[in-house]
């Protein structure tokens, strides 16, 4: 298992109360290798961002176990998980979720700060810097375009030098261009740095660029439906 950056074991998770309550994940079972790149695919409703963030410990299975990194998501508590996923996870969002009242300078260096780290704004410029912000750092979200918005995101994901990053339809609010080179950068990141990518993507074109597809349907990984991409 040391060559695994994330392994799911028989993982069951519903979301919702009473009558509402709906069966998301269905006994899956799938693992990542160190520095692979694989696009989850599948039809809306399938399960595959609820599938993303239970793997970035944003969601607790009902039942199976998730590993990540070589640790066991079920043993940590909340403030353990948090904080294990402040250093070892990086999520970019379709939606950014960037603080409208912080600088783009703010929003990359707050998760280091919230870690106690030191030279936290140093570090952040340098990722801005890399995502070729360098001369956006003291504008606010409404200042900059979608793109430069999800470059902020990314630049925010990285800078803890987490060993896995997750994308969740990083291009969904993006037109063709700009998506393309932010697919460029999340790829030219994960190359560089030895990093393991798992995103989330309706764009088969997007998927195939991964070293892997799985695709999933009502809650299940189909059988033989993972594929090495060519």
């Not at 409208?100 to 990359?108: I, K, Y």
């Not at 560089?192 to 990518?197: E, M, Q, S, W, Y």
């Not at 070293?211 to 439906?225: F, I, P, Y």
Request: net charge negative; proline share 4%; aromatic share 2%.
């Amino acid at each position: 298992m040391q060559d695994k950056a994330i392994a799911l074991h028989d993982v069951d998770l519903s979301l919702g109360r009473g009558p509402a309550r709906v069966h998301i994940l269905k006994g899956i079972s799938l693992s990542v290798d160190k520095g692979e790149a694989v696009g989850l695919i599948g039809p809306s409703g399938s399960g595959k961002s609820t599938l993303l963030m239970t793997m970035a410990g944003l969601e607790r299975p009902d039942s199976g176990k998730v590993i990540v990194d070589g640790t066991d998501l079920s043993g940590l508590d909340e403030d353990a998980l948090a904080r294990f996923r402040g250093r070892r996870i990086g999520i970019v969002f379709q939606s950014f979720h960037l603080v409208p009242t912080m600088t783009a300078l703010e929003n990359v260096a707050l998760p280091l700060e919230l870690a106690g780290e030191n030279e936290a704004f140093e570090r952040a410029e340098a990722e801005l810097q890399a995502v070729g912000l360098g001369h956006r750092l003291h504008h606010y979200p409404a200042q900059l375009s979608g793109g430069e918005q999800q470059r902020v995101a990314i630049a925010r994901a990285i800078v803890p030098n987490p060993a896995i990053l997750v994308a969740d339809e990083p291009t969904g609010n993006l037109d063709e261009n700009t998506g393309g080179s932010v697919i460029d950068l999340l790829f030219a990141l994960k190359r560089d740095r030895g990093a393991t990518l798992v995103l989330v993507t309706h764009d088969l074109n997007l998927a195939r660029l991964c070293d892997r597809m799985v695709r999933l349907r009502s809650g299940q990984v189909e059988a033989g439906a993972a594929s090495v991409a060519v």
